[in-house]
């Protein structure tokens, strides 16, 4: 009751729901993003009910290892409505005197996260969203 008194009192409309859909997506890469899955899918049962229609969300499965050919495949199979894609890209160009820890600027120079900037970027994925009707916007948009 709390907690649906605070998504009122700020005007919070919509919630992410970060539980996956597991069936019908693009294979797994990495067994740690199933337990992610799995995790998120136990402490996801709380919905709220005054929340407008759920968004739906895809990518925990494929954390860090999110390129085209998957991006593509999610695309092309979305059921209508809205979908929250999570993605953690990174152009692998930082400045070393970013003034960010030693270990954030390697893990955003990752190979994984340079993969999903490409992912995102992509000509294939540009055209699977036309081709599909997809409307590509930011969360900050929905409100």
């Not at 919630?15 to 402490?43: A, D, I, M």
């Not at 919905?47 to 895809?58: E, L």
Request: glycine share 10%; hydrophobic share 40%; proline share 4%.
């Amino acid at each position: 009751d709390a907690f649906e008194e605070l998504l009122s009192d700020s005007g919070i409309r919509y919630l992410r729901h970060s539980v996956e859909p597991l069936r019908g997506k693009p294979r797994l890469r990495r067994p740690v993003n199933l337990l992610k899955c799995v995790t998120l899918s136990v402490l996801g049962g709380w919905r709220s009910s005054r929340t407008a229609a759920p968004v739906g969300f895809i990518g925990t499965r494929h954390s860090g290892c999110m390129d085209t050919a998957t991006l593509v495949a999610y695309l092309r199979n979305m059921e209508p409505g809205t979908w929250e894609i999570v993605s953690h890209p990174g152009t692998g160009v930082l400045d070393n005197a970013s003034g960010y820890q030693t270990s954030a600027v390697r893990h955003m120079r990752s190979a994984g996260r340079q993969l999903e900037w490409e992912a995102l970027v992509s000509e294939t994925a540009r055209t699977a969203l036309a081709e599909a009707g997809i409307m590509a916007v930011r969360f900050s948009d929905l409100a």
